[in-house]
């Protein structure tokens, strides 16, 4: 069962990656299971992990099942899906966007003698930076190993070390 969700972008993008490949056919259910698995490996702490279902583009339109992992304010949203001839697989690492609240208080950051107390530290340390890529390498590793599964299952040309580098917009 997938939770609904409005829209699948983050309020910030920090990498993305996608990939068609070609003469793949598979299901997206499973291959968001066998990205569940290959990601247990990895034993991330505080990990939250659903699937949820995403508009294609305005209200009327059909929706679209993502899997999303959600880690300390970050959250992969991971498609998997068919298209033409074969199956496309892309993910978007970015911020959750705010909730009601946190908007709230970033309106507060901005009144005279308030502004202190309600300030969004914007600014990432090294830490939080360092954790979010290393939480980047193990769920893009996970969906890797679910790709490189999957087509040699088939019999398909795996995919190139290049051709798995995702894009960084850090």
Known sequence: MSAPVRRATPSHVFSHWFKMIDGLKF???EFYSSVETHLQKHAIPDLKILQVTCK??????ANRLYLRIIRKGKIFDICGAPFGSGFFVSWWLGDKPPTSLQKFLTL?????FLGAMFQNGSDSTYYQIDTMLMFQQAVHSAVSEAVDEVVEAQGLRPL????KQPNMNI
């Not at 294609?56 to 339109?61: A, N």
């Not at 507060?108 to 005279?112: D, W």
């Not at 190139?160 to 051709?163: D, M, N, S």
């Open 160 to 163: 190139t070390e290049l051709e």
């Open 27 to 29: 299901s997206p259910t």
């Open 108 to 112: 507060l950051s901005y009144i005279p």
């Open 56 to 61: 294609e583009g305005g209200v009327l339109s």
